[in-house]
């Protein structure tokens, strides 16, 4: 006799992601309507595009796999399709808005069934979604939603929204800061359960959340604080080398205080873990994946990602001179 059908969510680690996530989950455990018609059995987890490559790789067929806010990279795609080969009946949702995700568009039609890309953040493009088959997800997760949007756009927050994107925020920076797969599960099981907002994080308190978001802010502010000192002027940019002090995980948070701090374009380059490329971050508002996309297409960058205010640059380390060079003699306005 066959069980329930099986549906797996793969989620970015950010805000956006965890809320989409939930969206996703709460549409498929509580209104039993998406992505699976009835009950399934539900696997989640977060990802990033590499980590994501890697467990397709891996894992058996489900019979639908929900991707949310993850942009798409080169290595994703021939994942996905080494996926779509073992597992033909398999149903694959997309739904992100990064602007690599947009350029690949015609990619993933030929990969996936569902691929639902915007310009708004996923966690608005997964509500429309469900909103559109006709399930009410609920007024508690309606505000989730709706302040990652705010979030996204820097809009001004109403007084009855502050608490709620503190939360948000908190939940975050601490995720940032303590990469912890079992925090994350917490954080999407509270925000996609119907039950009142009173309701703690399984396994974490509010308090402990607060803490780990005040550590990882803290650690940043005074990073910022250090790097500034250090930084040069390279054209427009103001530069900074930090890959001797930083490694990955938070370098956008980073790369932002520092653009508040100097009040300047900033490029950011630290250290990443195969130690064989440096991750080079951008930030520009309105231009920063314009320049990240020149380092692309003169190939000089390995892959990109981001968004129009803030650009990430895969770089061999052999070649991060040549993207300097290239950075500081271009008329970038």
């Known amino acids: 006799m066959k069980g329930n059908p099986s549906l797996a969510v793969f989620g970015d680690w950010d805000a956006d992601g965890i809320i989409s996530s939930s969206v996703i989950i709460n549409a498929q455990r509580h209104g039993m309507i998406y992505p699976i018609r009835g009950q399934a059995i539900i696997e989640y987890e977060p990802a990033e595009p590499v980590y994501l490559s890697i467990r397709l790789d891996e894992i058996g067929c489900f019979d639908a796999i929900a991707i949310l806010d993850v942009p798409v990279i080169d290595r994703l795609l021939e994942s996905m399709r080494s996926y779509r080969a073992r597992c033909p009946s398999s149903r694959i949702i997309y739904i992100d808005h990064h602007i690599s995700t947009h350029e690949k568009i015609e990619d993933l039609y030929g990969v996936v069934e569902e691929p639902l890309v915007g310009y708004v953040p996923t966690s608005r493009i997964a509500f429309d979604r469900v909103v559109s088959l006709g399930y009410?997800?609920?007024?508690?997760l309606k505000l989730f939603v709706d302040a990652v949007d705010l979030m996204d756009r820097g809009a001004m927050v109403p007084e009855n929204m502050k608490g709620l994107l503190k939360i948000v925020s908190s939940i975050s920076k601490a995720l940032s800061y303590k990469r912890d797969p079992a925090l994350w599960r917490s954080a999407v099981?509270?925000?996609?359960?119907?039950?009142p907002l009173s309701s703690p994080i399984a396994g974490a308190s509010m308090e402990e959340i607060a803490r780990?978001?005040?550590e990882s802010e803290k650690r940043i502010r005074d990073e910022a604080n250090?790097?500034?000192?250090?930084?040069?002027?390279?054209?427009?940019?103001?530069?900074?080398d930090a890959r001797r002090r930083w490694m990955d995980r938070g370098a956008s948070a980073l790369a932002s205080m520092l653009y508040r701090k100097l009040r300047a374009p900033v490029i950011l380059c630290v250290?990443?873990?195969?130690?064989?490329?440096?991750?080079?971050?951008?930030?520009?508002?309105?231009?920063?994946?314009?320049?990240?996309?020149m380092l692309m297409e003169t190939g000089i960058a390995v892959s990109?990602?981001?968004?129009?205010?803030?650009?990430?640059?895969?770089?061999?380390?052999?070649?991060?001179?040549?993207?300097?060079?290239?950075?500081?003699?271009?008329?970038?306005?």
């Open 304 to 333: 990109i990602g981001g968004h129009s205010s803030l650009g990430i640059a895969r770089i061999p380390v052999e070649r991060i001179y040549d993207a300097l060079e290239m950075l500081r003699s271009s008329a970038i306005y």
């Open 136 to 140: 009410r997800p609920g007024d508690r």
């Open 226 to 240: 250090i790097l500034a000192i250090s930084a040069q002027k390279l054209g427009v940019f103001r530069y900074i």
């Open 189 to 195: 099981d509270w925000i996609s359960s119907p039950v």
């Open 212 to 214: 780990l978001a005040a």
């Open 271 to 293: 250290a990443s873990r195969d130690r064989r490329h440096v991750l080079m971050i951008i930030k520009y508002p309105g231009k920063a994946y314009r320049v990240v996309k």
